[in-house]
């Protein structure tokens, strides 16, 4: 049984990209469809907020206007969002893209009330374009999305296996945090997400899971309440 009835699954772009660095490997991203449709087989509702990094980054381009350089950024969103969309109806699994950014020849606006409705129906729902403004995180979206449908978690998959109190790549005694408080991320400025999303969850009570999805039955684990990753609790 799953432990959650409805969760926000944060997916990072470079996780889609797999070892390739950049773009879609698109074995990387069945393999996560695969454990989402069992998480949806269990019967837990699913809605997915999805980062482009593996296409673009705008804070990390330069001399561009920002403003503009995010706006990209978003529209790396949508290239992901469609990807997995069409790897989920691939495998059965029923699935609506919505965007913050008017596209309707691709993808439904966001409406909270439908989203909340396609849920009811079993359906996946892929967030895409962030929030749709610019200087906001896909982080920030998925907290925002988070809290607007009433999820009972915020998943945050990434290419690390939880929080540390420093980065576990640079340094051999980093310590694993189990649990954590949104207070502490922000005082001792761990980077696991934007101190914009942490602030938005920690006065909304959303708890965050931070895990690896390099195995993506993580996914599924995690939905059935598994001891993995590391709790940022409220």
Known sequence: MPKYNRILLKLSGEVL?????????????????????AC?????????????????????????????????????????ALALADSLEQIGVTVRVQTAITMQQ???????????????KGRVVIFGCGTGNPFFTTDTAAALRAVEIGADIMFKAS???????????????AKKYETVSYNEILSNDLKVMDGTAASLCRDNKMPVLVFSLKNPSNIIAAVKGESIGTTVTP
């Open 17 to 37: 990209a797999g070892n390739q660095k950049n773009g879609i490997d698109f074995d990387v991203v069945s393999s996560i469809c695969s454990a989402v449709k």
């Open 40 to 80: 949806t087989e269990l019967g837990t509702q699913i809605g997915i907020v999805v980062g482009g990094g593996n296409f673009w980054r705008g804070r990390s381009s330069g001399k561009m206007d920002r403003t503009r350089a995010d706006h990209m950024g978003m529209l790396a969103t949508v290239m992901n």
């Open 106 to 120: 691709v993808a439904e606006p966001y409406i909270r009330n439908r989203a909340v409705r396609h849920f009811e």
């Open 159 to 173: 290419n690390v296996d939880g929080i540390y109190d420093k980065d576990p790549h640079k340094f051999s005694d």
